[in-house]
């Protein structure tokens, strides 16, 4: 069964190939582009690479945020094009559950999203006997609010994620010792841990149609907020 799974929920774009427990290729950028000058052009590139046409695929996936609201828009509508015209299943998956699963860390894994304003997008996460487990879910928080939440309930925790870039010195005159960091290939998306999850997902009875997939921001966007305001 193969998989093609984008993100596409930072500057990061990054799109997989899996076909049940191997890994057949991988395309990251993290540069200053737009995704929609680059997302497609990597998915047929590594396709191409890979002799396979859409139609060789049977199950795609994406990140669902939270993330840009311009890079998740982007990303979720070739994904559901695609899927579309092939007439497969699709999958979301969370962005900060992908990034925790990038780190089979033996504890607590929390991984950090720049949201703006001392806010990240965050969740906190556990591995259990070779299973990740969402202990909080989701959601925008102050990183104050969330450091206090840590240093009150664990011992040891790890961050990733671009957030741990920016909050690193906060992270660390709260934490200390507790907390540690990941290297700084997992800190950035990896469309083969949306892949991974999705087999996963897929394997308990999840599927999606692709006219239902939608992003989850968490949060308005700047737009809708200031619409808010005006009113």
């Given at each position: 069964m193969k998989v093609l799974a984008i993100d596409t929920s930072s500057v990061v774009a990054t799109c997989a190939v899996?076909?049940?427990?191997?890994?057949?290729?991988?395309?990251?950028?993290?540069?200053?582009?737009?995704?929609?000058?680059?997302?497609?052009?990597?998915?047929?590139?590594?396709?191409?690479?890979?002799?396979?046409?859409?139609?060789?695929?049977?199950?795609?996936?994406?990140?669902?945020?939270?993330?840009?609201?311009?890079?998740?828009?982007?990303?979720?509508?070739?994904?559901?094009?695609?899927?579309?015209?092939?007439?497969?299943?699709?999958?979301?998956?969370?962005?900060?559950?992908?990034?925790?699963?990038?780190?089979?860390?033996?504890?607590?894994?929390?991984?950090i999203m720049d949201a703006r304003r001392d806010r990240v997008y965050t969740g906190i996460y556990r591995?259990?006997?070779?299973?990740?487990?969402?202990?909080?879910?989701?959601?925008?928080?102050?990183?104050?609010?969330?450091?206090?939440?840590?240093?009150?309930?664990?011992?040891?925790?790890?961050?990733?994620?671009?957030?741990?870039?920016?909050?690193?010195?906060?992270?660390?005159?709260?934490?200390?010792?507790?907390?540690?960091?990941?290297?700084?290939?997992?800190?950035?998306?990896?469309?083969?841990?949306?892949?991974?999850?999705?087999?996963?997902?897929?394997?308990?009875?999840?599927?999606?149609?692709?006219?239902?997939?939608?992003?989850?921001?968490?949060?308005?966007?700047?737009?809708?907020?200031?619409?808010?305001?005006?009113?």
């Amino acid at each position: 069964m193969k998989v093609l799974a984008i993100d596409t929920s930072s500057v990061v774009a990054t799109c997989a190939v899996l076909d049940e427990e191997k890994l057949l290729g991988e395309y990251t950028l993290n540069q200053d582009m737009t995704h929609s000058e680059r997302l497609i052009p990597m998915i047929k590139t590594l396709m191409d690479s890979l002799k396979l046409k859409p139609e060789d695929i049977d199950l795609f996936a994406g990140s669902v945020g939270p993330g840009s609201f311009t890079g998740l828009r982007i990303g979720l509508a070739t994904i559901k094009g695609l899927a579309h015209v092939v007439d497969k299943s699709v999958i979301g998956i969370s962005t900060l559950e992908a990034l925790a699963f990038n780190v089979p860390f033996d504890g607590i894994v929390i991984p950090i999203m720049d949201a703006r304003r001392d806010r990240v997008y965050t969740g906190i996460y556990r591995w259990e006997n070779g299973k990740l487990l969402n202990i909080m879910e989701p959601t925008i928080l102050n990183i104050d609010e969330l450091l206090d939440i840590v240093d009150s309930k664990y011992e040891k925790v790890l961050f990733n994620g671009d957030g741990t870039l920016v909050f690193k010195d906060r992270i660390d005159e709260k934490l200390k010792d507790k907390a540690l960091y990941a290297p700084i290939s997992l800190n950035m998306a990896k469309a083969s841990s949306i892949g991974e999850l999705a087999l996963l997902k897929w394997e308990e009875g999840s599927q999606e149609n692709y006219f239902n997939l939608s992003p989850d921001y968490l949060r308005e966007s700047q737009a809708q907020r200031q619409l808010n305001e005006k009113r």
